[in-house]
């Protein structure tokens, strides 16, 4: 998340009534969940396995619960909550909207070469480009924007701030935006992070009914263009997946993971967060993938390894399978 | 199911034409699936290899197609068609409404300090706490029940019955309440249970875009207080849910099964039906539960057990591959 | 997909400005794609190693990208981009409607014994029969016959062409005859072939929550009667899936297959693309079906076995854990 104005690391701190190590006038331009930081970012960190890559990550001032020396040109605010006061700072430069405000109410009509069903909501700054057909019940959020040609069917949620381009087809009761499953665990329950980034889709994406994709926490959760996505898929938040993708029904992906172009995941298969799936790599269905795999291989099984290994080994179980039957009735 | 008033083993008999084994004046509180059975109930069974688990649950009166003689203190009554009659019995006790009633339609209004967004539809009897918002197309059914400083998304559907507590959050288009998966098989097709049981919410519960949470079909579905389900999950009738629980995306649980505290099912897991996973269990994603399983431990795998177990039988199978392979190729 | 009249190989070649093999008065009564074709229809081909199979399927006309002989009786029409030119055709005969169309808005109102609840939208040519309830919010598309004694639950979607049998029942926010999940690629993307076939719900089926069924291409997707579908299931474009099958939560079947009567398939099932599930097999939870399988048999596994086999392959694996175990502590 860019901030509309660069802030001082000294006017942070003030906010927060926490102190801070670095230069007064350390300037911080955006605030970012660690998996998608940038020069300049502010991100957080409260477990001391993860000091290190916090310290070390690309973010520019860390927001952390010990005070420790900081890598050269970096600058801290020590705070005994961090994850409580990064979700203060996002809804204080970014507060999300609540679900039952709306702008306009619009029904059968078409303006501006846009063509609205029965019952269409739409929030505030919303902008649609021409010959998109928005249809019955849609609920848009506010400073969503629609590109030209875009069709999406009936009962479909967009929540605030999603883009979505050119040629982009949203089946029914799709939701788009929908707030990150991330919580900060507390001896009472748990504590939730704000979601403050964006959903993208770019050109001729193309969404299944019923299929839901979280928004970002902080950055964006990004469908790269050409890239289609089956039924019932769920997308986690500050996901990125990249051009040309195929995304079968059921497949589940996790947060802050990376699909690269041209991956194709066949049906119900689930990716953890965190990973990379490498360009062009295809999944086979129901494969569990554990860790980061490389591009332009086939891969299979929960845990997911390249298929053919994985089909020999399935042989092999099947064949020893054999030889202790013949024993046992030697 | 509680009923409103206790009725006499004779007056029930009566009302279904059959005969009954035990006294006249014997009393019938409540009616409940051989699962959930407390003492007081009546409980139906129609297969023999069940009748021993019926008449010694702590039902206190059976519905049962063979005569057989009681425990003491309990009571039979002979009907040729126990499902049947249970299912009349529900309906005659609680009938469900349709989906077409409705009693107000609410658009962009804030009334005794609950916000509602376009076209809200609610149900008789419905009572809304304070500082709520409900989001825009929401279709709250009869008698359904919210606290206060709840958020419901657009396009959200709940049920009559429904009971939700305070700082719960639902993501758009999220069922809550649907009618349970329960049939029973005939010559020509299946005849279904009729849902008469809820679905409690407790406070600070969170449930994700497009999941669906089936009502008790005599019985309530619950979900603990703390417990945050995610996107695209499905929970059965019956299901109970402990408190401060994790449950990720695309996890399916059957009906009547028990997830006590703190359990944690990452994405995908499944889970069957009248099985109990103890205290502060981990399912790793993908894993298929087949059992009860219990407590403090980590599993996984389809079926599931300890993961250490698991992983190292996926080792040796590796292990075994390769030796296969230069035994081959000596 | 038949047509309203059967149309001359010479006059649909003159359509698409491409040369024909054949009778110039050769008449083609319909259009399919390969796996649901019959004789006298029209199919596609413009893969070489299918054209042996497109050739000899019950098409009596090919549109095909290669001039080669054609077996006797068939008729080839020739063109550069068989699959563009087969989407054009579909959207010439039978063009699809835009989601913002509609014709008649019906709120809380009983008609010719209908019942609506608030706020339901319905396209042009619906019939739907007496004692039927659509919920609030329910979006039915054109030319749509639901029949009677019908419930069809809030926001629900329901796409153009859907026809609904006699007592079915439908969950909130299911979505009926969404468009099929079938890309043809290309160099800069990929491009969509058009859904111009119908879903059929036959008599007494049952539909979950947040269930998705894609339409067929150009054939149906067809439930038969009596069949159960729980929550939050895929069923892909042009499937068909016979009498009296229990689908239950989470279970994806892919397009263009066939479940024979009486299947049941347990939570999280995976079936591909073009498969046969024969009479009455049973698919344990979780199972990934690889092939057709024979009916009156159990399986379970991914890929999927008989249950008997892949239970010993599993014990067979735990017995060799445990002696590579012992080994390596001696």
């Known amino acids: 998340m860019r901030l509309a104005t660069p802030q001082t690391l000294v ?22 969940e660690i998996h998608r930081v940038v020069p300049g970012d502010l991100t957080f960190v409260d477990v001391q396995k993860y000091f290190k890559k916090a310290l070390n990550s690309a973010a520019t001032t860390i927001l952390i619960n010990q005070t420790i020396p900081p890598p050269k040109g970096k600058a801290l605010l020590i705070s005994p909550e961090p994850f409580t006061h990064f979700n203060f700072l996002l809804n204080y430069f970014n507060p999300p909207s609540a679900p039952h405000i709306f702008h306009e109410h619009k029904s059968n009509v078409t303006e501006n070469d846009v063509h609205f069903g029965a019952n269409v909501i739409i929030g505030k700054n919303v902008t649609i480009g021409k010959n998109t057909s928005i249809g019955h019940n849609v609920c848009i959020g506010a400073n969503v924007k629609i590109g030209e040609n875009v069709v999406i069917f009936p009962n479909v949620t967009i929540y605030e701030n999603t883009i979505i381009g050119n040629h982009v087809r949203i089946q029914a009761n799709a939701v788009i935006g929908s707030e990150a499953f991330y919580y900060k665990k507390r001896p009472e329950g748990r504590e939730r992070m704000l979601s403050c980034g964006r959903t993208i889709l770019e050109d001729y994406v193309e969404i299944g009914a019923n299929t839901t994709i979280d928004r970002g926490v902080t950055a964006d959760t990004i469908i790269g263009a050409h890239t289609k996505i089956d039924n019932l898929v769920q997308i986690g938040h500050d996901t990125v997946i990249g051009k040309r993708c195929i995304i079968a029904a059921q497949v589940g992906i996790a947060g802050a993971s990376n699909i690269e172009d041209d991956v194709i995941l066949w049906g119900q298969v689930g990716v953890p967060s965190d990973v990379t799936i490498g360009q062009n790599a295809t999944i086979l269905a129901q494969s569990g993938v554990m860790s980061s795999l490389e591009g332009n291989k ?16 399935l042989v ?14 030697l």
Chains 1, 2, 3 share one sequence.
Not at 15 to 32: D, F, K, Q, R, T
Not at 298 to 313: I, L, N
Not at 320 to 328: A, M, S
Request: glycine residues 8%; without cysteine; aromatic residues 14%.
């Open 11 to 32: 006017s942070i701190a003030n906010l927060l009534g926490v102190p801070y190590v670095g230069p007064a006038e350390h300037l911080i331009w955006g605030i970012n």
């Open 298 to 313: 086939v891969y299979f099984g929960s845990p997911a390894k390249e298929a053919k290994r994985k089909y020999r080994e």
């Open 316 to 329: 092999v179980l099947s064949k020893i399978t054999d030889l202790f039957h013949k024993f046992k009735n």
